[in-house]
Nanobody, 122 residues
């Protein structure tokens, strides 16, 4: 069973920074992509950033130039989201998402973490 666990959410002032982390554990053959979504109160869940297996990335227009998604070679089952110049409208629960193959014959399934709360307020 694959699990995703996020950490790093906190209360931060506008203009501040946070780094979110997500670690995948369990039966993992290959991770095809890892990314971050967020859901603000009363709104639909939206894509924030995603990194594909080859290293390419996509970002929501609202976070481009402020957020950076990355993975570290030494921590292959982790993904990070560096968030700079945070704004009140970034307040949301941030969810880690990954498409993971558990075996070579697997097409890959989508997995979700339980979320971590980011609050941007003075």
């Amino acid at each position: 069973q694959v699990q995703l666990v996020e950490s790093g959410g906190d209360l931060v002032q506008p203009g501040g920074s946070l780094r979110l982390s997500c670690v995948a554990s369990g039966s993992i053959f290959r991770i095809n992509r890892m990314g971050w979504y967020r859901q603000a109160l009363g709104k639909q869940r939206e894509l924030v950033a995603v990194m594909y297996g080859g290293g390419s990335t996509d970002y929501a227009d609202s976070v481009k130039a402020r957020f950076t998604i990355y993975r570290e070679n030494a921590k292959k089952n982790m993904v990070f989201l560096q968030m700079n110049n945070l704004k009140p409208e970034d307040t949301a629960v941030y969810y880690c998402n990954a498409q993971i193959m558990e075996s070579p014959s697997d097409y890959g399934m989508d997995y979700w973490g339980k979320g971590t709360l980011v609050t941007v307020s003075s």
